[in-house]
């Protein structure tokens, strides 16, 4: 499965931005799906995922209360939600693919979106 990540940019503390994933090329709802982020100099990261069918959603404790994954099966589409900005959030953001849920190790990733840069400024 082919991913894409859009929707990243520069916002400031304190605000939103929502990520979008675009899968092709195979059966979307064959995969549960989830979002890892990588900052400089740091490993990549779990963030959030979610099942085949849209349920049973996963968080980093880091992100919990303020990201919220989502899924369109009828579009193949993967969104995350996030609000309540803080400048530690500042990384690449990608999102993956597997078959077995939740995708929440990047040894159970089987395909990886090309990534989307997330800048949270003070």
């Known amino acids: 499965v082919q991913l894409q990540a859009s929707g990243g940019g520069l916002v400031q503390a304190g605000g939103s931005l929502r990520l979008s994933c675009a899968a092709s090329g195979r059966t979307f709802s064959n995969y549960a799906m989830g979002w890892f982020r990588q900052a400089p100099g740091r490993e990549r990261e779990f963030v959030a995922a979610?099942?085949?069918?849209?349920?049973?959603?996963y968080y980093a404790d880091s992100v919990k209360g303020r990201f919220t994954i989502s899924r369109d099966n009828v579009k193949n589409m993967v969104y995350l939600q996030m609000n309540s900005l803080k400048p530690e959030d500042t990384a690449v953001y990608y999102c993956a693919a597997g078959l077995s849920h939740p995708v929440r190790y990047t040894a159970l990733v089987g395909y990886w979106g090309q990534g989307t840069q997330v800048t949270v400024s003070s």
């Open positions: 979610i099942g085949r069918n849209g349920g049973n959603k």
